[in-house]
């Protein structure tokens, strides 16, 4: 039926098949498992090392008033966000501060916009 070397072809590409797919399904773990189910070690080592990111969107200064936009919510001096405590507004970057250390949270593009008036 078959010659030979086709056998032999035949074979070397089943055994290759039956390896690649047994390797890829002892990395991929249960598929019918809920993804929110791991275990306790792995979510706690992934967030001790993820660190909080901070960007700066905007920053308004009017006045004595300072606001600036932190991940897209607005904050002032003295308030939260991620953990971190907003230190100072300055006009091109945010002052925080996180675990006893300053971070300079710096906007991405600064650009002023100035109020036109119209008599």
């Known amino acids: 039926m078959f ?5 032999l072809v035949l074979l070397v590409c089943t055994y290759a098949l039956a390896c690649t797919a047994n390797a890829y399904a002892i990395g991929m773990g249960d598929p019918l498992r809920p993804p ?11 967030a001790a090392i993820a660190k909080p990111q901070w960007h700066v ?6 006045g004595a008033r300072r606001v600036a936009v932190i991940n897209d919510r607005a904050v002032a001096v003295g308030d939260h966000i991620n953990g971190a405590k907003v230190v100072e507004i300055k006009p091109e970057h945010v002052v925080l501060e996180y675990k006893n250390s300053f971070i300079n949270a710096h906007l991405k593009s ?3 916009k100035k109020r036109r008036i119209i008599n």
Do not use: D
């Open 57 to 62: 969107n905007e920053i308004l200064f009017s």
């Open 36 to 46: 929110e189910y791991r275990s306790k070690g792995n979510v706690a080592s992934t």
């Open 110 to 112: 600064v650009s002023v």
């Open 3 to 7: 010659k030979p070397i086709k056998k």
